[in-house]
């Protein structure tokens, strides 16, 4: 077994690594209490090449793989969850249209996800139906040559900045009279007629991204835009959300380490009962724990990750990286507030984003009890959803 990056691995990594540290780590406080999406820190990471890993050369890609994006993943997550997440997204929303779309979606899309010019959102989640996609009740019906869609979307990440330019959405297309609903996808154009975008959330978290809600009254969009073929979308969703489950999961293993790399400064410049706080034993057992955790989830994150480029990966291991990272994420966060003190309680040190950040990992893409359910059904057992 080789555990051992290749040369052009270890430069990707070092140059997202730094930069991580010099471009993106000292604007993130201030991003987070802005609330603002920094789109021309955004097209810098289009430039760096973040963007371009997984996707052709025909497309302006690196026609590297998945595990090379968890890798840069990781190293911007490290520095800013948020920023990290907005890019996840936004190339998911690619390989969606790059495996599914027609030429002309591609033409139209592609180019300017691929090099960051533009952002791409996923529109699943409805007000009352996250994981229960068999729920959703945004519809769709032929209109004009194309189509009409009517409903709402809830929490959908990069859907009401400047440069979004698609949004690839879930629809029920099905007569309403019908007891079985069937779905279909499609890359709705980010000005649509009849598409508004709500206001911005105020969130716990994941501050700097851009969550809006979205309505649909009477979108109009082309017969051209169904992406994949009529009453396949649910399951072409569910693939892009695998997909996000690996990037999620390495979004947390960057912030874990973030946790542990705070942690141990602290540690060591903390001064109480006549010297270091890092000198403490109960401290010293907090931070080798974190350090342990973290080793753990990223054997597990990149083991599934170089299982998606074999082709050999399933959705329990996909199940099992993203729940155990996530969770860990969250874990290092609360041990890394505890090693600040009251310190770590402020909105000002940065412990304190991490824990509303990584919170909602354990939720989006299918939430940890989703997961379990994965595993334990992928392990033989009887499931119901």
Known sequence: ??????????????????????????????????????????????????????????WGGMGLGTFESVLAYEQLARADQSLALSTMVSVGTGLLLSRFGSEGQ??????DIVSGKALGAIAGTEPQ???????????????????????????????????????????????PSEKQKTFSLFAVPGDAPGLKVGPSYRKMGWRSS?????????????????????????????????????????????????????????????QAFGGPIGRLQLVQKTIAEMALKIEAARLLVYRTAWMVDQGTVGLKDLSMAKWYATEIGTECANAAIQVHGGWGFMDDCPVSRYYRDNRICTIGDGTSDIQALVIARGLGLKVEF
């Open 1 to 58: 077994m080789n555990f051992n990056l290749t040369e052009e691995q270890k430069a990707l990594q070092a140059q997202v690594a730094e930069f991580a540290d010099k471009v993106v780590a000292p604007g993130a406080q201030a991003r987070d209490q802005e609330a603002k999406f920094p789109v021309e820190l955004y097209k810098q990471v289009g430039e760096l090449g973040v963007t371009r890993i997984p996707f052709e050369e025909k």
């Open 106 to 111: 591609k033409e139209k899309y592609l180019g």
């Open 129 to 175: 139906a996250g994981s229960d996609t068999s729920a959703f009740a945004t519809r769709a019906r032929p209109a004009d040559g194309g189509w009409a869609v009517n409903g709402e979307k809830a929490f959908i990440t990069n859907s009401g900045t400047d440069i979004t330019s698609v949004i690839v959405t879930l629809v029920v297309t099905s007569d």
């Open 210 to 270: 851009d969550t809006h809600p979205l309505f649909f009254d009477d979108c109009r969009i082309g017969a051209d835009a169904l992406l994949g073929e009529a009453g396949q979308g649910r399951y072409l969703l569910h693939k892009g959300y695998q997909q996000a489950r690996i990037f999620l999961a390495a979004c947390s293993l960057g912030l874990a380490q973030a946790c542990l790399e705070r942690s141990l400064e602290y540690a060591n410049e903390r």
